[in-house]
């Protein structure tokens, strides 16, 4: 069967399937090297001739900017990131996710395919790091920062609906989902 499979924990280095497989070290970013220096870990698409390809549909978190991130916090404006590093840990989780996605929909899109599998870990790291704002306000976190961040964990699930809605694009209704 015509298999491919994306971001699959732990799937690294990519393997030699009948098909595309891009390993869970593909969507890793560091801020510092963005946007010339931005290097795709080796091995981590197979077969490798189309890791070109694929490196240029991962997204960047230096890449989302406002409008990306006040779904998730409305009141960006308010947050000193420079002492507050949630916000940078929001853009690294939707970064990774949105690049998988990428990739993903982007073979569903145009390669022939059986099988597909998508491995997305975001909302475990969402709620990891804000579950602790998500309502009900609770004693031990300050009403300040449960203002600000009370609706990540929340707009993390509705995200993860919008990328299901995009890969029901490419299914029928003889796909098993």
């Known amino acids: 069967y015509k298999t491919h499979v994306v971001g699959w924990w732990p799937s690294h280095p990519a393997e030699d399937i009948n098909g595309i497989c891009i390993s869970d070290l593909y969507q890793k970013s560091n801020m510092e090297a963005f946007p010339k220096d931005w290097k795709m870990p080796l091995s981590c698409v197979h077969p490798p001739e189309l890791a070109e390809h694929f490196k240029n549909l991962r997204v960047h978190p230096r890449e989302l900017n406002e409008q990306h991130l006040l779904p998730f916090v409305p009141k960006l404006g308010k947050i000193n990131q420079r002492t507050d590093r949630n916000i940078y840990g929001l853009a690294l989780i939707l970064s990774h996710a949105a690049s998988l996605h990428s990739a993903f929909t982007n073979i569903l899109r ?3 395919w059986d099988f597909a599998a998508l491995y997305l870990d975001a909302i475990d790291h969402f709620c990891h790091g804000f579950m602790k704002y998500h309502p009900p306000h ?22 993860h609906d919008m990328m299901l809605r995009r ?3 490419f299914v029928d209704e003889n796909t098993t989902l």
């Open 110 to 112: 145009t390669q022939e």
């Open 138 to 159: 609770r004693p031990t976190v300050s009403k300040a920062e449960y203002d600000l961040y009370h609706q990540v964990v929340s707009g993390a699930y509705q995200f």
């Open 167 to 169: 890969i029901l694009d």
